[in-house]
């Protein structure tokens, strides 16, 4: 079976138990995105591709850790030959760093305003890079919105700033202004992604209530000037209900933008708990799309220095999962 289509079956099952020795320092504790705040994950790696794994003791992929990181993958009646990877902070070889664990927001399928977290401090932050830097090659933020879009941004700004100090290339993912793309490209950052979640206006209207779709187009947009093609994400929730036609046309749409778009599977979590994650067949069919999709923009993933397309766990990547 070919990766991709073994991929699509593991994200498909999203989650996988870990057995055999002792795997601590390769599980992965976040509070970053929709699936913040469980039992942590597990990263594992087939020569240069990888999967990231939710850790659920019930899972039917097993993943048997034989120890230094070597590990087997049991999967229908197939073994995989890998290793276990360990994590910068949050997903290996970046520190992904959630800087405000809380929202003001109430997006359907997402964990983060649930968890009442906290906003770390600068310095909290700079320690925690500063414990990662020899197993690190860049940088990425994301954040909730503790108070205003404004005033979030503005902790951002700082926070980046910051950052610099550190010389690795920096990628923010946040709920952004109408000016964040010019203030984060004035501090030096390399790569943004806005996430217009879902694929189609009402869908985005239904699940993230109080959020603005127009304005992320349109940040999208100024974001692509700024940053150039191929340096500009945005994530679209796969299995919020949209049907395949909908979800080319928002890839499409995207792509000739100069966008390159994240699939991500739903993760039921939240008040989508009740719902179902994509299947495998869905998944290799919209990964197909993407991947005329961006061939026809001229779009590259594998330019991606920070943030999921370069990292890859959680999605189907057209041109790093082939
Ligand atoms: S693909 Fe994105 S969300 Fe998933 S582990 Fe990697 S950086 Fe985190």
């Keep these: 079976m ?117 906003r770390k401090t600068s310095e909290e932050i700079m320690a925690m890079v500063e414990s990662a830097r020899h197993r690190i090659t860049s940088i990425a933020i994301t954040s909730g919105v503790s108070g205003s879009i404004e005033e979030e941004e503005a902790y951002v700004l700082d926070v980046v700033q910051h950052l610099a100090v550190f010389g690795l290339p920096i990628g923010v993912s946040i709920y952004p202004t109408d000016q964040t793309p010019d203030r984060l490209k004035a501090l030096g950052v390399v790569e943004v992604k806005f996430n217009i979640e879902a694929a189609t206006p009402a869908l985005f209207k239904e699940q993230c209530p109080g959020l603005d779709y127009d304005r992320l187009w349109c940040v999208l947009d100024r974001s692509v000037e700024l940053f150039g093609k191929g340096r500009v994400f945005a994530n679209v929730i796969i299995g919020l209900g949209e049907t395949d036609e909908e979800m080319e046309a928002c890839i499409t749409k995207l792509t000739l933008h100069g966008v ?49 397309t370069n990292c890859t766990g959680c999605d189907l990547v057209p041109g790093r999962d082939a």
Excluded at 4 to 28: F, M, N
Excluded at 261 to 286: G, I, S, W
């Design 2 to 118: 070919r990766w991709t289509d073994v991929k699509a079956h593991l994200l498909a099952a999203g989650s996988a138990r870990l057995t055999g020795e002792p795997a601590e320092q390769y599980i992965a504790r976040s509070t970053a995105g929709p699936g913040a705040g469980g039992s942590g994950a597990i990263f594992f790696a087939s020569g240069s591709h990888r999967v990231k794994f939710a850790l659920n003791p019930a899972g039917t992929i097993e993943i048997n850790h034989k120890g230094n990181g070597i590990a087997d993958l049991h999967f229908e009646g197939t073994v995989i030959s890998g290793n276990l990877l360990e994590p910068g902070l949050h997903c290996p070889e970046q520190a992904f760093i959630t800087v405000t664990e809380s929202c003001i927001f109430r997006c359907r399928y997402c964990s983060v305003p649930r968890l009442s977290g906290r």
């Design 260 to 308: 390159i778009p994240v699939l991500r599977p739903l993760n039921p979590v939240a008040e989508l708990a009740d719902r179902q994650r994509p299947t495998a067949d869905r998944l290799k069919k919209l990964y197909v799309i993407h991947e005329r999709a961006l061939a026809a923009a001229g779009l590259d993933t594998g330019q991606a220095l920070t943030m999921c």
